[in-house]
């Protein structure tokens, strides 16, 4: 349900653009705190880059940064999945 939901949201946009792909955060975040609780959590971060911007070399640097337009994706697509699956 949680990759089909992901799949239709902002529509042709994420279904054209965007691949899902699981990956293994290596860092702590406050799911260990929920997971205590026997709830199992997933994260999600949806980042829109031009071709020609590489993750990589934005992420973990000196001048860590993203693009404010790839940004504001991210917020529309959480909201946007948020809202199908809670309404």
């Known amino acids: 349900i949680f990759n089909k939901n992901i799949k239709t949201t902002r529509g042709q946009e994420l279904s054209e653009n965007v691949s899902t792909a699981p990956y293994l955060s290596t860092g702590y975040t406050d799911a260990a705190h929920w997971e205590k609780l026997g709830m ?34 991210g917020v529309r697509v959480l909201f946007e999945l948020v809202a199908k699956l809670v309404l």
């Open 40 to 73: 199992k959590c997933y994260g999600f971060s949806p980042l829109l880059l031009p071709k020609d911007v590489s993750f990589v070399h934005l992420v973990h640097g000196h001048d860590e940064r993203i693009p404010v337009e790839g940004f504001r994706f």
